[in-house]
């Protein structure tokens, strides 16, 4: 029985443009066999490390794990625009009300308080009770730093454009 080989889904839709385009693609063939046969991917280096004295300093000042996760976790908090708006608020009026934070971001008092009670878990706003009311503010100046700086840093992208 005789096996037909396919051709790749580039290859037909190349024999059906009318030919192959050997300035475009290129078919690499390698052998298994010798050591010299191996073929280093485009996005790999060639050497494991160029600079291991380099990578050793930058390794020391590297923050640790948990540190970095809980970086990444902020970072994932700030990633919906309903959080950014109330903590926007919150840099602006100081202290709000859930009603008042959902009249201002245009989110449901629902949502609003979801997503405080996320940004209140990542210790990023904090909240006092004053009798059914519930009144939230960042927590501290960190977030303003944080906001200000990313605000900045959007503003600069636009003016580079």
């Known amino acids: ?3 037909r080989r396919r051709r790749s ?33 485009l996005d790999r280096c060639e050497t494991e490390c160029v600079d291991p004295e380099r ?9 640790a794990d ?4 809980d970086l990444a976790e902020t970072f994932r908090m700030l990633a919906d625009p309903g959080r950014v708006k109330l903590i926007t608020a919150l840099l602006e009026a100081g202290e709000l009300c859930v009603c008042d934070l959902a009249a201002v971001t245009g989110l449901s008092q629902t949502a609003c308080s979801h997503n405080l009670r996320l940004l209140r878990s990542s210790r990023l706003v904090r909240f006092r009770k004053q009798g059914r009311n519930v009144y939230y503010t960042l927590d501290d100046a960190h977030i303003r730093l944080l906001l200000d700086l990313s605000l900045q840093h959007i503003g600069h992208q636009d003016n580079d454009d």
């Not at 990578?55 to 923050?63: G, I, Y």
């Not at 948990?66 to 996760?69: G, P, S």
Request: charged share 20%; hydrophobic share 35%; with cysteine.
């Open 1 to 3: 029985m005789r096996h």
């Open 9 to 41: 889904r580039t290859q037909q839709h190349l024999a059906r443009a009318g030919g192959e385009r050997s300035d475009i693609f290129t078919i690499v063939k390698t052998s298994t066999r010798g050591a010299s046969a191996s073929v280093t991917p």
């Open 55 to 63: 990578v050793e300093a930058v390794l020391t000042r590297l923050p």
């Open 66 to 69: 948990d540190v970095c996760q």
